[in-house]
T-cell receptor
Framework: KAGVTQTPRYLIKTRGQQVTLSCSPISGHRSVSWYQQTPGQGLQFLFEYFSETQRNKGNFPGRFSGRQFSNSRSEMNVSTLELGDSALYLC??????????FGDGTRLSIL | DQQVKQNSPSLSVQEGRISILNCDYTNSMFDYFLWYKKYPAEGPTFLISISSIKDKNEDGRFTVFLNKSAKHLSLHIVPSQPGDSAVYFCAASQDGGTGTASKLTFGTGTRLQVTL
């Protein structure tokens, strides 16, 4: 059974640019959540999508946004990139009532 | 404000012995707790969870204990194996009993090293 797939695995951008990260959940999973991991702040919840609707949101600025498609695939977008956005971005999917399963993440570096 | 705390950044245990990883939380609304294991360059892997209606959950070598009055949970690994060497994260959520845990609050992790 395929796991959660995140693309790309690595990305380098410069300040002011925008970036889009992609996540394909485990087949049948309709909930997709995004997390940011940094050395200083640890793992922090960004947002969760379920059936194409944002169901939960963390404490991140509006530069961070996401969406979910009808096939449950999700994208996360960060606009006007800042140096502090350098992080590992993790996506997790789950069936309702089950724990989340994580992908291996996209490592984003901002120069 | 760190609502979930893992006060030991690292732990070293001999192979075959018990590993005990601890986690404290401050938000009394949390009602579902999970442990994840993370290897370098990989995403976290779910290990075991516990609902606040229980005080213990066991799965093979892994047991999680929950003390609601102390707002404390622990993960016991018995016996510890070299392959258990990884970073362990405690996570908590308010899921209203659904087990969905869609908004996880993570601790900072404990690096476990199991030595031969």
């Amino acid at each position: 059974k395929a796991g959660v797939t995140q693309t790309p695995r690595y990305l380098i951008k410069t300040r002011g640019q925008q970036v889009t990260l992609s996540c394909s959940p485990i087949s049948g999973h309709r909930s997709v959540s995004w997390y940011q991991q940094t050395p200083g702040q640890g793992l922090q919840f960004l947002f969760e999508y379920f059936s194409e609707t944002q169901r939960n949101k963390g404490n991140f600025p509006g530069r961070f946004s996401g969406r979910q498609f009808s096939n449950s695939r999700s994208e996360m977008n960060v606009s006007t990139l800042e140096l502090g956005d350098s992080a590992l971005y993790l996506c997790a999917s789950s069936l309702n009532g089950q724990p989340q399963h994580f992908g291996d993440g996209t490592r984003l570096s901002i120069l | 404000d760190q609502q979930v705390k893992q006060n030991s950044p690292s732990l070293s245990v001999q192979e075959g012995r018990i590993s005990i990883l601890n986690c404290d939380y401050t938000n009394s609304m949390f009602d579902y707790f999970l442990w994840y294991k993370k290897y370098p360059a990989e995403g976290p892997t779910f290990l075991i969870s516990i609902s606040s209606i229980k005080d213990k959950n066991e799965d093979g070598r892994f047991t999680v204990f929950l003390n609601k009055s102390a707002k404390h949970l622990s993960l016991h690994i018995v016996p510890s194996q070299p392959g258990d060497s990884a970073v362990y994260f405690c996570a908590a959520s308010q899921d209203g009993g659904t087990g969905t845990a869609s908004k996880l609050t993570f601790g900072t992790g404990t690096r476990l090293q199991v030595t031969l």
